[in-house]
């Protein structure tokens, strides 16, 4: 029995079955399918019936699992009882699979039993097909000698599942002693080597790629207009986590926001997470609509090989080394992208915005400090710990005033929300008292729209720290455009022009290049939109 696991080990299985009434469903045909799949190097087969089982031995010696499905009205009984079991094995199955679901049917024998005269009778080895984690380790104490995942989403305990339920198999991979198998909605050769990653001792995949119409449906349904299946987006800042559907065009729906309480720590914020997403994934689910995945923008800098927090913010402490993309991949149960907040904003502008019509850009969005992103060639740049684009903190005064980062002159020490409440005190200006930086900031907005000498004055000092920044930007990467974004930039009509001007003048040939400094298109949702971006770019 031992011998048989082991040559199953960290491979693949491929289940060629047809559907009743489907033309393949023939035994010659089924059984030149398995010739073929066999032929490319898959190491056993699944098969259902003894009559199929029988032609398949007569070319392979490989191991087969196989299987007698009964249809009892919707729902299929696996192996129901021991003489389907007794006849696979005289036909040469390898290994008995037999349904070992909590379900109540009134026919066959108990599964235990089945599992024991298996054993004890034909000397086979018996996988147990299971929906749940407790069905698993049930099946698994009864003596079962791997356990599959293959009937989760079609029990109706675990129904409306469409695809590979990951935290399942986290959870069996843990829990129990004997293999276990993925086998269920594993759709393409990504998950399948995901699978075997996270445990599985081997994959079983079927539709896939033994049914040539489950794959044509598959084919034509992505080609439907507006039929790519929607991403669950959320960013986590300081204040608040957003979260929301989004579409593969960028429109928002079903959005949710929960306060990050951030001086909670670590365990208030990853639950502060849970509860921004789970209404969004069963609202979702309501509607009908499976999420390929989920994006996460969060403050800080992520690593971009684990996505894992690698250094956190001030906003968030006891945020830095969370697993971020392991636990939320385990909580949701789906394919997960984590990115730095300033980097998901401008992936929202290059998928959603005015990035769309150009392939090299850099957008800088103006909040408490500056964020940034270099698009190259319709790529954002996140280099190795997702620092790349950090346009803040580039020196624009040498020994010039402190920056929050250790050194000084940075453009952020003078382009920021602190730093306009700065130049308008500086020139005599008062705020109303009461609110944060970025309330009085609002003020000082308000007040240079009215033309107060102060505000205005203020404003014309920022356009001209930030006019250095951009030029050393444009000398660094010569993109199409700089696209700025921020409240503090809103409602300024002379602001980016003025910046664009003295860009021109202090470039070199600057006249000539007529460099384009203009606002960004993505708004408020621009976190939650580019962190769903990253899963659309991983379906393409
Ligand atoms: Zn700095």
């Not at 791997?146 to 409306?160: A, I, S």
């Not at 992505?222 to 991403?231: D, E, H, K, S, V």
């Not at 969370?322 to 992936?347: C, I, M, S, Y």
Request: glycine share 12%; charged share 15%; with cysteine.
């Amino acid at each position: 029995m031992a011998e048989i696991l082991e040559k199953l080990r960290g491979q693949l299985v491929v289940s060629c079955q047809a559907a009743p009434g489907d033309p393949l469903e023939d035994t010659e045909t089924i059984r030149r399918i398995a010739r073929s799949v066999t032929g490319a190097g898959a190491a056993g087969l699944r098969i259902n019936s003894p009559e199929h089982v029988a032609a398949i031995r007569q070319d392979s010696d490989l191991p087969i699992i196989g299987i007698q499905k009964r249809y009892c009205g919707e729902r299929i009984h696996i192996t129901p009882d021991f003489a389907s079991a007794a006849a696979l094995s005289a036909a040469g199955a390898s290994i008995i699979a037999l349904d070992c679901t909590d379900r109540v049917w009134d026919h066959g024998d108990p599964w235990r039993i089945v599992i024991e005269r298996i054993h004890r009778e034909l000397n086979l080895p018996v996988m147990a097909d299971i929906a749940t984690l407790d069905e698993a380790r049930a099946a698994a104490a009864a003596g079962a000698d791997m356990v599959g995942t293959t009937l989760n989403g079609y029990t109706e305990q675990t129904g409306n599942h469409d695809s590979f339920n990951w935290p399942l198999l986290a959870g069996m991979v843990r829990q129990i002693r004997v293999p276990v198998i993925a086998e269920g909605h594993i759709s393409s050769p990504e998950e399948a080597r995901r699978a075997v990653s996270a445990g599985a001792w081997c994959v079983i995949v079927g539709s896939a790629i033994s049914r040539p119409g489950v794959i044509t449906s598959n084919f034509i349904r992505t080609l439907q207009p507006g039929a790519a299946a929607p991403a669950i987006g959320v960013d986590i800042g300081g204040t608040l986590i957003k979260a929301g559907l989004v579409d593969a065009r960028g429109q928002v729906t079903l959005t949710t926001q929960v306060p990050t309480d951030a001086p909670g720590g670590r365990d208030a914020i990853a639950a502060n997470l849970c509860q921004a997403v789970q209404p969004v994934l069963s609202a979702a689910r309501n509607q009908g609509l499976v999420p390929a995945g989920l994006g996460i923008a969060s403050a800080g800098a992520i690593d971009v090989q684990d996505g894992s927090v690698f250094a956190a913010t001030d906003n968030l402490p006891g945020w830095a080394c969370f697993p971020l993309q392991k636990f939320a991949e385990e909580r949701f149960g789906l394919p997960t992208w984590v990115v730095n907040d300033a980097h998901a904003a401008v992936l929202a502008e290059l998928h959603f915005g005015l990035g769309r019509s150009l392939s090299d850009f850099v957008a800088i969005t103006i909040g408490t400090g500056i964020g940034g992103g270099v698009v190259c060639g319709g790529k954002l740049l996140r280099g190795q710990h997702g620092f790349a684009g950090t346009i803040g903190h580039h020196v624009i005064r040498e020994g010039g005033l402190p920056c929050n980062c250790g050194r000084r002159g940075c453009l952020e020490a003078y382009v920021s929300t602190a730093a306009l409440l700065r130049e308008y005190r500086e020139r005599g200006g008062s705020i109303r008292d009461g609110g944060d930086d970025a309330a009085a900031a609002l003020q000082i907005n308000q007040l240079a729209i009215a033309g107060s000498p102060a505000a205005v004055g203020a404003y014309q000092a920022l356009a001209g720290y930030l006019a250095e920044g951009i030029a050393n930007i444009f000398n660094l990467f010569d993109p199409e455009a700089v696209l700025v974004s921020g409240g503090l930039v809103e409602g300024q009509v002379q602001f980016l022009p003025s910046v664009a001007r003295q860009v021109a003048s202090l470039l070199h040939f600057g006249a000539k290049r007529q460099p384009c400094v203009q606002a960004a298109q993505a708004g408020r949702l621009a976190g939650v939109q580019g962190a769903a971006s990253l899963v659309f770019e991983a379906e393409r």
